[in-house]
C-alpha cells in the first residue's frame, strides 16, 4: 500500500515525520511526504520519495490557505484506492480529512502538539478560534491518531472524546563511540577547566532561556552554547550583550541533525527550562530530553509534569522549582559538581529505553490495524 503524507515544515529538518517515513518504508509501504519551499527549498534525497508545494504566502492566513488548498489538490491527484493518508499535525489535517471522504481512504493523525493551546494564539482570539473549531469537528472523526505524549493524549481523551496511541519523538538508539561521530563544524573555543553547557532546539518564546542567560551570571568555569535559531534569537542575543556574557554565551546557529548527534555528547548539561504559557507547552515531552539521553548528558530540567516525570523516573538530572536566574544557577552548580560521570549509568538505561527502535512497533500496530479492517 502507498502512505500519502505532509508537512508544513522543513522536510529536511522535521526529524520525527522523516523517522516515521523511514520506519514506513521499512514496513514495506510505498512512501511519499509533501513538503513545501516555505522556508527554503530543502534537499530532496531521503530514501522514500518527496516532493515539494511551491509557496507564494509566507505568513499568517494566507500562507494556510494556499497550503491547505495546493496540499488538497495534490492528495486528490495522487491518492488511489491503495493509498492510507498521513496527516501530521492540524494545520495539514483539513485536507487531508476531505480526500478521504472524497475518496474512502483510510486517515491516520500524527499530532506533534495541541494546536489550538499554542502560546502564538495566546493573543490572536479569532485565530485561536479557528483552529479551535477545526479541532473540535475534525478530531471526534480521526479513527487511527497517534501524538508524543501522556500528557496530550489524556487532553485529548478529555476535550474531544479521542483516544489516540502515544508514540513518543524519540531518536534511534546512539553508540557514542560510532566510528562516524567526527565534527564537522566550527565551534567556539572552550577555555582550559571549563564545561559546556547545551540548549538545542528553537529559540522560541516560552524556552526559559532568558532566564538562563541570567543565571550564568552566577555560574563559574562553565559556558553556554545555544544550538538552533528561531523569532528570539535577537532579543537573546541582546541580553547576552546586555549582561557582558560574550565570553561565557555562545550562538552556535542551524546545526544539522547529523552533525548536533556529534556535538551533543561534548556538554556537561543540557537544559530543558520550558514554560507554562499555555497547554501545548505545559504537555510536552520535547525530542531535546531524549537527545541528551541519547548524548548520555545529564538535564537540568523544567517542572513541568511530562518533563519532570521522565527525569524523575530514570534520576537523570535536576529539576527546577521556579523561573528564577538565581536558583536555577543553584540547580546548575550542583549537577556541574556532580558531573556527568554520576549519571552514566542512569542516562544508558534511559537511553536504551527511549528509543525510536521501541516506539516502532507501536507505529506498525497503527497501520496493520488498517490493513486488517481492508482485508
Not at 75 to 90: E, G, Q, R, V
Not at 238 to 255: A, P, R, Y
Not at 356 to 372: H, M, R, S
Request: aromatic share 10%.
Amino acid at each position: 500500500m502507498k502512505v500519502l503524507s505532509a508537512v508544513i515544515n522543513n522536510i529536511e529538518t522535521d526529524q520525527r515525520v522523516d523517522k516515521v517515513c523511514n520506519s514506513l518504508l521499512k514496513f514495506g509501504y510505498d512512501v511519499e511526504l509533501i513538503g513545501t519551499t516555505l522556508r527554503g527549498k530543502p534537499t530532496l534525497n531521503k530514501a522514500y520519495k518527496t516532493s515539494l508545494i511551491p509557496m507564494k504566502y509566507e505568513e499568517s492566513f494566507k500562507m494556510f490557505a494556499e497550503f491547505n488548498f495546493k496540499l488538497f489538490v495534490n492528495l486528490l491527484f495522487k491518492a488511489d484506492k491503495n493509498t492510507i493518508l498521513l496527516a501530521n499535525d492540524l494545520d495539514s489535517l483539513l485536507p487531508f480529512y476531505v480526500v478521504s471522504k472524497i475518496k474512502s481512504l483510510p486517515l491516520v493523525f500524527d499530532s506533534h502538539e495541541i494546536y489550538s493551546e499554542l502560546p502564538s494564539l495566546s493573543n490572536r482570539p479569532k485565530t485561536k478560534k479557528v483552529w479551535k473549531t477545526l479541532e473540535r469537528i475534525l478530531l471526534p472523526r480521526v479513527k487511527h491518531f497517534y501524538t508524543v505524549s501522556n500528557g496530550y493524549a489524556d487532553w485529548f481523551k478529555k476535550e474531544y472524546g479521542s483516544n489516540p496511541e502515544v508514540i513518543r519523538n524519540v531518536p534511534h538508539l546512539q553508540k557514542l563511540n560510532d566510528k562516524e561521530n567526527f565534527i564537522f563544524f566550527q565551534l567556539p573555543q572552550v577555555p582550559e577547566n571549563h564545561k559546556i553547557v547545551l540548549y538545542q532546539g528553537a529559540l522560541n518564546m516560552s524556552r526559559g532561556l532568558e532566564f538562563m542567560i541570567e543565571a550564568m551570571k552566577h555560574v563559574d568555569n562553565c559556558v553556554f552554547w545555544i544550538a538552533g535559531d528561531g523569532p528570539k534569537r535577537d532579543n537573546l542575543k541582546e541580553l547576552v550583550q546586555k549582561n557582558n556574557l560574550s565570553d561565557k554565551i555562545f550562538f552556535l546557529g542551524n546545526v544539522p541533525p547529523k552533525v548536533l548527534k556529534t556535538i551533543t555528547p561534548l556538554a556537561e548539561v543540557g537544559i530543558s527550562l520550558e514554560q507554562d504559557l499555555g497547554i501545548s507547552y505545559k504537555y510536552a515531552l520535547p525530542n531535546k530530553v531524549f537527545d541528551y539521553f541519547q548524548a548520555r548528558v545529564p538535564i537540568l530540567s523544567t517542572y513541568l509534569p511530562e518533563i519532570k516525570a521522565t527525569i524523575e523516573k530514570y534520576e537523570a538530572g535536576k529539576i527546577i522549582n521556579e523561573h528564577e536566574a538565581k536558583h536555577i544557577a543553584e540547580q546548575l552548580n550542583l549537577l556541574l559538581q556532580e558531573g556527568k560521570k554520576s549519571y552514566y549509568e542512569n542516562l544508558t538505561k534511559a537511553a536504551k529505553e527511549c528509543c525510536w527502535e521501541n516506539e516502532e512497533p507501536k507505529l506498525k500496530a497503527v497501520f496493520e490495524q488498517i490493513k486488517k479492517v481492508d482485508n
